[in-house]
């Protein structure tokens, strides 16, 4: 474990279903990020969050939507995906002095059908 | 934000010194080069973090020129399982700014034994 938990590790979900994704951190971290990697792709930075407050939306579709409640967690809600959307989402957190980088979670393997 | 580039692929033989250049020719004066390590199916593993000179820890060495236009990151005696794709980033962390850190590309590293 990385101290950042990441649920569910796998997702099935068709296309009219909402789900979502839950991020949890315990290192008194006070930034945190979604980054989506599709198969054979760079990592995409979708969101960033600093002290619950969104501070960056890189042009991402309405179709996702995050939620931070708190500095420890970290939400991305589902709905009406498409088969493109199917990718790893991937985490991270990071401290405010910028020094030790990001800390990834695994990441929620997410197939869309 | 400052664009990084490194080689696509690198092979190595188990044992061996393994040297990654990293180019970033318009890195600003606040921006620190980190690297990181993903294996497939996980997410990106923070390795190392530097600003100028040399950095060491127990996994590897990072090497900064005076310009810092480039950085090497250095693994002694890899091993099998440092097969891995290897990025190299650029960027502010702080939190409150505009904290993002952009992956490329990165190196595919392949160690036979």
């Known amino acids: 474990e990385t101290g950042v938990t990441q649920t569910p590790r796998h997702l099935v979900m068709g296309m009219t279903n909402k789900k979502s994704l839950k991020c949890e951190q315990h290192?008194?971290?006070?930034?945190m990020y979604w980054y989506k990697q599709s198969a054979k792709k760079p990592l995409e930075l979708m969101f960033v969050?600093?002290?619950?407050?969104?501070?960056e939306n890189n042009s991402v579709p309405s179709r996702f939507s995050p939620e931070c409640p708190n500095s420890s967690h970290l939400f991305l809600h589902l709905h009406t995906l498409q088969p493109e959307d199917s990718a790893l989402y991937l985490c991270?957190?990071?401290?405010?002095?910028?020094?030790?980088?990001?800390?990834f979670g695994s990441g929620t393997r997410l197939t869309v059908v | 934000l400052a664009k990084t580039t490194q080689p696509i692929s690198m092979d190595s033989y188990e044992g061996q010194e393994v040297n990654i250049t990293c180019s970033h020719n318009?890195?600003?004066?606040?921006?620190?080069i980190t690297w990181y390590q993903q294996f497939p199916s996980q997410g990106p593993r923070f390795i190392i973090q530097?600003?100028?000179t040399k950095v060491t820890n127990e996994v590897a060495s990072l090497f900064i020129p005076a310009d810092r236009k480039s950085s090497t990151l250095s693994l002694p005696r890899v091993s099998l399982s440092d097969t891995a794709v290897y990025y190299c980033?650029?960027?502010?962390?702080?939190?409150?700014?505009?904290?993002?850190?952009?992956f490329g590309t990165g190196t595919l590293l392949a160690v036979q034994p």
């Open positions: 991270a957190s990071s401290a405010r002095s910028g020094l030790n980088g990001y800390t």
């Open positions: 290192l008194g971290h006070n930034a």
């Open positions: 969050y600093n002290f619950k407050e969104q501070t």
């Open positions: 318009n890195i600003a004066t606040n921006d620190y």
């Open positions: 530097g600003y100028k």
């Open positions: 980033l650029v960027g502010q962390n702080y939190g409150g700014a505009t904290n993002k850190l952009i």
